[in-house]
């Protein structure tokens, strides 16, 4: 579970990171970092591929302080992460993942 929550927080923080450009481009790959374009309120999500569950931006952020891009990246790759609005994510079926104790 852990390494669950790890992956869907650096999510997250790689979604930070796509805020700016230049970064995002250079250091994470295309597929990972390809930032979708969501409704005004349709929040962008992390959803873990495999489990279908998802975090909020807050969460990432939260558990992914302290790392490098560097880190985030691996662990967003390893836990088969990937960013996109809600919508989507509920409607294929994934669940929001309940707040992780702090």
Known sequence: MKSITAG?????????????????????????????????????????????????????MAKSSGMTPAQKQAMMAKNHVKLMCKSQATAMGAKMMASPPM
């Open 8 to 60: 869907l927080v650096l999510g997250i923080a790689m979604l930070m990171g796509a805020m700016q450009p230049a970064l995002a481009q250079s250091s994470m790959s295309s597929s990972m970092m390809a930032m979708p374009h969501c409704a005004a309120n349709d929040p962008v999500v992390g959803v873990n591929m495999n489990t279908k569950m998802y975090m909020t931006r807050a969460q990432m």
